[in-house]
């Protein structure tokens, strides 16, 4: 019986190693080559459209959470 439970645990151990191996090489192969390139410059960001009348501030909640 000792014998099945080191050939168990083993197997264990085995699969264990084998699923985590097989996990961080996905996480690598999802990555590509983009996670290397290098960050875009200030000209290739967007720009955010603040004249909607975004500027109004919104009032902040009392301390009770009632927005009365």
Known sequence: MLQ???VVGIAAVVATLLMVGIMLYLVWWAMGEDAHRASPGNDEQPELDEAD???ES???????????
């Open 4 to 6: 099945y439970l080191t």
């Open 53 to 55: 009348g975004s500027s």
């Open 58 to 68: 919104q009032g902040e909640l009392p301390a009770d959470g009632n927005s009365v």
